[in-house]
Each structure stands twice: as C-alpha cells, then as structure tokens.
C-alpha cells in the first residue's frame, strides 16, 4: 500500500504523523517497504495487527513498534 492508505488506515486524521516522518521510518527499517522509482509500498502486514485495536491502542502499539526497532 502507498505511505497515503497506510496513513488512513494505521491513524485518524488528526494523528497522521507528517509524511516525511513515515518516509523516515521506511528509511531506519521501522517500517517493512519498497521503493519503486520514487515511491515507496509498505507491506501490507505492517499495518494488520492493528486493525482491530481502537485508535489509542493503535498508537501504543506503533509508538513501542517504533521505539523497539
């Protein structure tokens, strides 16, 4: 999926981190991703296990995925 539908699907609106912060974990390997020409795909498994939770729990478990890496 493009950084836009894992942002609308990983946060709410008024959470989304700013694009070049995702971009950045793409580049430390906190997120799993590809880069095709100049645009990158992050793995669909990325964002799955927080499908279900609610949105606090969403940013809990993101935030520990992230400062776990």
């Not at 799955?48 to 809990?60: H, I, T």
């Amino acid at each position: 999926m493009t950084i836009d539908e894992y942002m609308d699907r990983t946060f709410s609106k008024a959470s989304q981190p700013h694009i070049n912060t995702v971009r950045r974990w793409i580049r430390e390997g906190k997120l799993s991703a590809i880069k095709m020409g100049r645009s990158y795909y992050i793995e669909d498994n990325d964002g799955e296990e927080y499908a279900n939770d609610s949105n606090k729990n969403k940013m809990d478990a993101i935030m520990a995925k992230i400062l776990n890496a």
